[in-house]
């Protein structure tokens, strides 16, 4: 059973930014990897993905602002979020692309001043 850890929580002003970490108990190599997120009330969605080649899509409100990345050594997936918006309110979650592993607990990131 692969065991998902999300960190790097945090309440940061409009502008900041935030560095999300996320540990796989398992190996990541040759899967394409996924961060969501879920704001209250709302769904799950996606917002970043990278590819075992590290190409990378993004949520269209997030580009230019977020980069992903893995460390296929670490078992382990980041998620760079600058210039940060209160929209971008939720519980950040990290999974592979069709998000079949059971979730992690999230990490929450919070925006206001």
């Known amino acids: 059973q692969v065991q998902l850890v999300e960190s790097g929580e945090g309440l940061v002003q409009p502008g900041g930014s935030l560095r999300l970490s996320c540990t796989v108990s398992?190996?990541?190599?040759?899967?394409?990897m996924a961060w969501y997120r879920q704001a209250p009330g709302k769904q799950r969605e996606l917002v970043a993905r990278?590819?075992?080649?590290?190409?990378?899509t993004y949520l269209d409100s997030v580009k230019g602002r977020t980069t992903i990345s893995r460390d296929n050594v670490k078992g382990a997936v980041y998620l760079q979020m600058d210039s940060l918006k209160a929209e971008d309110t939720a519980v950040y979650y990290c999974?592979?692309?069709?998000?079949?592993?059971?979730w992690g607990q999230g990490t929450q990131v919070t925006v206001s001043s």
């Open positions: 999974n592979n692309c069709h998000s079949t592993w059971s």
């Open positions: 398992g190996t990541i190599f040759g899967i394409y």
């Open positions: 990278i590819t075992t080649s590290r190409s990378t």
